[in-house]
């Protein structure tokens, strides 16, 4: 697996991601109007900005300077775990959302394996992987789960304007 064509690829793609996903919602401005669907949405949003960039930072590093990516993998995760969680607790306390808990969930627990394979890489070698390799994984996981969440909500599950 060559990791630097691999991250670039991935990184251009999430990218995109992103700017699909405003495309979709500037063609529905009342999400944004709403609390719950704002968050919802910038959820979603966060889903494909944080791989990306974090894809970005491990081109940035690659296999010669790893401490540079193990970094921002660490930062960037425990940015996107805990905004997932306060997300998943927002969504709690309004009863809303409850079809996109379970995406949610896998997602905070796939950042939380993201930051845990940034601090102690040599966890790879469990599964016989370099420590770039295991993240490519975890990152490719990170964004099929963002596709699930993008699934239900565009499809009306956990969206209150949508219960009909």
Do not use: K
């Not at 405003?22 to 791989?51: A, C, D, K, M």
């Not at 790879?124 to 295991?134: F, G, H, K, T, Y």
């Amino acid at each position: 697996m060559d990791v630097s064509t691999f991250y670039a690829l991935f990184s251009a793609t999430c990218f995109t991601l992103v700017g699909l996903w405003w495309n979709v919602v500037q063609g529905h401005g009342e999400w944004l109007r709403v609390p719950t669907l704002r968050r919802i949405v910038g959820g979603v949003y966060l889903s494909f900005l944080l791989p990306a960039l974090m894809g970005l930072f491990a081109q940035v590093g690659g296999t010669a300077s790893p401490e540079i990516w193990r970094a921002s993998f660490v930062v960037i995760a425990v940015v996107g775990c805990v905004s997932t969680l306060r997300l998943l607790a927002h969504s709690a306390r309004d009863r809303a959302s409850v079809h996109l808990a379970l995406p949610q969930l896998g997602a905070a627990v796939v950042y939380l394996l993201i930051a845990v394979v940034g601090i102690a890489p040599d966890i790879a070698d469990a599964v016989e992987l370099r420590p770039i390799q295991a993240e490519a994984i975890l990152l490719s996981l990170l964004v099929l789960l963002g596709h699930g969440l993008v699934w239900r909500f565009m499809a009306g599950e956990g969206r209150p304007d949508a219960a009909s």
